[in-house]
């Protein structure tokens, strides 16, 4: 298993310039989730979904869209980007359980001038 | 979930045991308490976690008290590789939503 990926690693953008980060996982886990960490801080939730066609907001949902047509994937698009949304994207899954073990992407480091 | 309060950082020698403390005096009775780390530039990773027994795994301890106020993530032997951010989350499962983390504590172990 890959566990989840996420693409771009690096991305510098434009303001205004839209974009989508990629995450896919093949552990056929049910939630799916974005983060974005900022210098110093800890991570916050943008975006979840608990299911294929399922999704909901987190703590800074502002300025981000994302939709999970299937289990397997599930993008973050920024659609007009902005400098305060340079941060690191993370990534991440689990499965429906017992638990909150959340597996993480490698993270997305994206720069908006 | 029940609010946590970690030192913000910390530090701790090669070899020796790290001890991590984590306050969660607003617990209920369902949450479990997550441990968590980022080592630099990654994602973070999953520790251990448990209710209200003491917890072991090949990566670290984890002593909660009685009164399930507080708890203590313990690394027996640190290396330089356990430099990282440690977040302590407390939790009922299957919540619905997803985990949110604070500020976590920052371990640096030094030679």
């Known amino acids: 298993n890959a566990g989840v990926t996420q693409t771009p690693k690096f991305q510098v953008l434009k303001t205004g310039q839209s974009m989508t980060l990629q995450c896919a996982q093949d552990m056929n886990h049910e939630y799916m989730s974005w983060y974005r960490q900022d210098p110093g801080m800890g991570l916050r939730l943008i975006h979840y979904?608990?299911?294929?066609?399922?999704?909901d907001q987190g703590e800074v949902p502002n300025g981000y869209n994302v939709s999970r047509s299937t289990t397997e994937d599930f993008p973050l698009r920024l659609l007009s980007a902005a400098p305060s949304q340079t941060s690191v994207y993370f990534c991440a899954s689990r499965p429906w359980g017992d638990n909150e073990k959340l597996f993480f992407g490698s993270g997305t480091q994206l720069s908006v001038l | 979930d029940a609010k946590t309060t970690q030192p913000p950082s910390m530090d701790c020698a090669e070899g020796r045991a790290a001890n991590l403390p984590c306050n969660h005096s607003?617990?209920?009775?369902?949450?479990?308490v997550y441990w968590y780390r980022q080592i630099h530039s990654q994602g973070p990773q999953y520790i251990i976690h448990?209710?209200?027994n003491n917890e072991t795994n090949e990566m670290a301890s984890l002593i909660i008290t009685e009164d399930r106020k507080s708890s203590t993530l313990i690394l027996p032997h640190a290396t330089l590789r356990d430099t990282a951010v440690y977040y302590c989350?407390?939790?009922?499962?299957?919540?619905?939503?997803?985990?949110?983390f604070g500020g976590g504590t920052r371990l640096m172990v030094k030679p």
């Open positions: 979904s608990v299911g294929a066609g399922i999704t």
């Open positions: 448990g209710l209200k």
């Open positions: 607003t617990i209920s009775g369902n949450e479990y």
């Open positions: 989350i407390v939790r009922r499962n299957n919540a619905g939503n997803m985990l949110t």
